[in-house]
């Protein structure tokens, strides 16, 4: 089964140089009892955690330090919609159709490990395109801020000067996690429907895959509450 | 490698068809704090408190972590402990500047 501790124990000698570093980083000791590749996800995403975790504190620093009033973000991203100003009303669509996506992607999982491959795959590409939705009417929410409020990363006409850098450099990084996630998918599910994961009889990459996923809504999430509605 | 106990994570259908309902409608009732200004403390303890049902929902059925080992849970889940030790340092930092500020500008 181990070929290398195999090796490791029948002789003494541990192979030094790069040959040693190779061998002790793929011998096969295993703290987690999943796949390697869900452990990675997960530490990727631990990552990815603390990187957004200091956009927000650094926005939150920015916030509470500066003495020019912060642009009410209600009334910036509110949409006139029938003669009326609605508050926050795209990013209120963006976000439903975020979980949307989230929900049809937990469901692809599920239809993956039953082995139903057409339903998941069907799901995983209406997920891509919930995906695809969402950062289209955030390209639409920068085009307006940019072109029609005149809003720069190095100043604004509403308010305190951060407010630019600090919405373009939290939402595009993270639009570009979504879009990322939406060539992921699309990479994932012709797999699926080609029968590569059914030759191997393993169907985990649709579940890392949303693992992915899930975590673009759940930063999503905690953008929506702290930038937008605090 | 793998035995299968752990690794194919196998749910009834209705379940996530449950939280994305109540995920519906968290962030229906986080948005309609903002759309009837609901001001002070109330709207920020209201924010917090739907963010925090929602990213929890999120990670523990959808990404499955209520069903993971305990040993990957506190691996992912411990660290980012440590992320409110920053911000409380950047909080006391930026009330710091925020009043040397009020004192410059004056």
Known sequence: MNPNTATLTGSAVAASGWRGLVA????????FHVSWGKAMMWIFLLSDIFIFSCFLTGYMTVRVSTTA????????????????????????????????????????????????????????????????????????EWSKLI????????????????????????????????SAGVVLLFAVAFKLIRG????????????????????VDLVWVFIFALFYLW | MNTHTTTGQQHPIGLYLKIWGLLFVLSAMSYLVDYF??????????????????AGLIVAVFMHMAWERLALVYAILLPPLCLLVLVGLMAAEADHTFLTRLLFFR
């Open chain 1, 69 to 140: 009033a912060w642009p009410n973000p209600s009334e910036v991203f509110a949409l006139h919609v029938g003669g009326a100003d609605v508050p926050l009303l795209l990013i209120a669509i963006m976000t439903f159709v975020l979980i949307s996506s989230s929900g049809t992607m937990a469901m692809a999982v599920n239809f993956a490990y039953r082995g139903d491959r057409v339903n998941a795959a069907t799901l995983m590409l209406v997920t891509a395109t919930f995906g695809e939705l969402f950062v289209g009417m955030q390209a639409f």
């Open chain 1, 147 to 178: 072109l029609e409020e005149g809003v720069r990363p190095w100043g604004n006409p509403m308010g305190a000067a951060q407010f630019g850098a600090a919405f373009f450099m939290i939402t595009g990084f993270h639009g570009l996690h979504v």
């Open chain 1, 196 to 215: 590569d994961y059914d030759k191997a009889g393993n169907y985990q990459v649709v579940e890392i895959v949303g693992l992915y996923w899930h975590f």
């Open chain 2, 37 to 54: 200004h609901v001001q002070g403390y109330l709207r920020w303890g209201l924010i917090l408190v739907f963010m925090l049902l929602k």
């Open chain 1, 24 to 31: 002790d980083w793929s011998s096969d000791r295993q703290a």
